[in-house]
């Protein structure tokens, strides 16, 4: 099992910025890929960003170039950088992870219980 916990969500003005933290424990060695998942109030859950054990990274194309998803492995935490935000990327922001890639067909193995993320205008 893994266990992921967010932090880091909260208030801000349109153009500004705010990381998220994913702090991953248990059987993290399983794990080959680390996303980002959005739902904003009366929307589908939706897949913002992953990252493999490998390094490579891809994006919902609504936020490339303002947010950059990474990872420290000697820290067991991903983390989501969000710049330029605007009221659109309000919502709850929940990190996932998964062993095998169903990451991509919103199926990950295991999620954490998100953290609200509010851009005001």
């Known amino acids: 099992q893994v266990q992921l916990v967010e932090s880091g969500g909260g208030l801000v003005q349109a153009g500004g910025s705010l990381r998220l933290s994913c702090a991953a424990s248990?059987?993290?060695?399983?794990?080959?890929?680390m996303g980002w998942y959005r739902q904003a109030p009366g929307k589908q859950r939706e897949l913002v960003a992953v990252?493999?054990?490998?390094?490579?990274?891809r994006y919902a194309d609504s936020v490339k170039g303002r947010f950059t998803i990474s990872r420290d492995n000697a820290k067991n935490t991903g983390y989501l950088q969000m710049n330029n935000l605007n009221p659109e990327d309000t919502g709850v922001y929940y990190c996932?992870?998964?062993?095998?890639?169903?990451?991509?067909?919103?199926?990950?193995?295991?999620w954490g219980k998100g953290t609200l993320v509010t851009v005001s205008s």
């Open positions: 996932a992870a998964d062993k095998r890639g169903s990451i991509w067909t919103n199926t990950p193995d295991y």
């Open positions: 248990g059987n993290i060695f399983s794990i080959n890929f």
């Open positions: 990252i493999t054990s490998g390094g490579s990274t």
